[in-house]
């Protein structure tokens, strides 16, 4: 499986941006889906996760803000980020896994190279 995120970009607090992850390589259908960020000095971080359209998870960074999507049929799976802070910026990284804990990176056998988000105040 190969990801590729985008939709990364500079906005200012408050405003919105829409990820995407796009697969090529095998169908997403069977996988676990997340995104995780890290920014600069700091641990990669847990933002969401669908395992299909009626169980999506979110870190609590994400809740209220976030949410997650897929379209199996594009093979492609959304984050719509909303009232971004300045603490949103990272590099966020999209991943697709077989396994059942999906907050954690070890999850996930396939990363996406990361697309930078950046939050001015």
């Known amino acids: 499986v190969q990801l590729q995120a985008s939709g990364g970009g500079l906005v200012q607090a408050g405003g919105s941006l829409r990820l995407s992850c796009a697969a090529s390589?095998?169908?997403?259908?069977?996988?676990?889906m997340g995104w995780f960020r890290q920014a600069p000095g700091k641990e990669r971080e847990f933002v969401a996760a669908i395992r299909s359209v009626l169980s999506p998870f979110y870190g609590d960074v994400a809740k209220g803000r976030f949410t997650i999507s897929r379209d199996n049929a594009r093979n492609t799976v959304y984050l719509q980020m909303n009232r971004l802070k300045p603490d949103d910026t990272a590099v966020y990284y999209c991943?697709?896994?077989?396994?059942?804990?999906?907050?954690?990176?070890?999850?996930?056998?396939?990363w996406g190279q990361g697309t930078l988000v950046t939050v001015s105040s």
């Open positions: 991943a697709a896994g077989l396994g059942d804990i999906v907050v954690v990176p070890t999850t996930y056998g396939y």
């Open positions: 390589g095998r169908t997403l259908s069977t996988y676990v």
